[in-house]
């Protein structure tokens, strides 16, 4: 079992739509949990970041959290061609309290006028 | 302000060569991180900084990879005897002291033939 493990898609919607991403974690310690932006050629951008389980939202995006179950997904409304590119779900499992990140493979998200 | 930087973008060698890659974080991050990421894959933790020492080489493959960082800020990854699995783009990613945000780089993507 995977780390943290994504679904890879691609993930396909319709200009408009909601996209939703999910990801699992194994490590119950886990503290920090982060979704990465990455266009095809370029680094992981950082879009959202949750400590606390619930919702949490930032203009499109909303990052929700559930620890009981391990699962953090990312939701993007009102989808837009330019948001087509993987996502990367990353978790902070804070060994010795400082940030390693251990990443999943990635969604991809096609976004189709 | 500047973002962190990474030199070169790409870079080609020939199996068996030595190469360095180096990284500038973002001004007054003390905390500096390196990952690989391969085709289709997620970023994977190699080494962390804390200041001028590794606190966490646990990543690095091997031995022929070694990082350095001597003045607390610019940081080198070097590794020897280059093999066509080295092949991969290498992220430097930094952060502030007790944050937990990772901002990346944009990459060095290393090819060796």
């Known amino acids: 079992q995977k780390e943290v493990e994504q679904n890879s898609g691609p993930l396909s919607v319709p200009e408009g739509a909601i996209a939703s991403l999910n990801c699992t974690y194994s490590?119950?310690?886990?503290?920090?949990f982060f979704w990465y932006r990455q266009y095809s050629g370029k680094s992981p951008e950082l879009i959202m970041s949750?400590?606390?389980?619930g919702d949490k939202e930032d203009g499109r995006f909303t990052a929700q959290l559930n620890k009981a179950s391990q699962y953090v997904s990312l939701l993007i409304r009102d989808s837009q061609p330019s948001d087509s590119a993987t996502y990367l779900c990353?978790?902070?499992?804070?060994?010795?309290?400082?940030?390693?990140?251990?990443f999943g493979a990635g969604t991809r998200l096609a976004v189709h006028p | 302000g500047a973002g962190v930087s990474q030199t070169p973008s790409n870079k080609v060698t020939e199996k068996g060569k030595y190469v360095e890659l180096r990284c500038d974080p973002i001004?007054?991050?003390?905390?500096l991180y390196w990952y690989r990421q391969s085709l289709g894959q997620g970023p994977e933790f190699l080494i962390y900084?804390?200041?001028?020492?590794?606190?966490?080489d646990s990543g690095l493959p091997n031995d022929r990879f070694f990082a350095v960082r001597p003045e607390g800020s610019v940081s080198t990854l070097k590794i020897q005897r280059t093999e066509r699995g080295d092949s991969a783009v290498y992220l430097c990613?930094?952060?502030?002291?007790?944050?937990?945000?990772?901002?990346f780089g944009p990459g060095t993507r290393l090819t060796v033939l």
């Open positions: 990613a930094s952060s502030q002291t007790g944050g937990d945000e990772q901002f």
């Open positions: 490590d119950r310690g886990s503290q920090s």
């Open positions: 949750i400590y606390s389980n």
């Open positions: 990353a978790v902070n499992r804070r060994p010795g309290g400082y940030n390693k990140l251990i």
């Open positions: 001004s007054g991050h003390t905390a």
């Open positions: 900084f804390q200041g001028t020492g590794a606190a966490d």
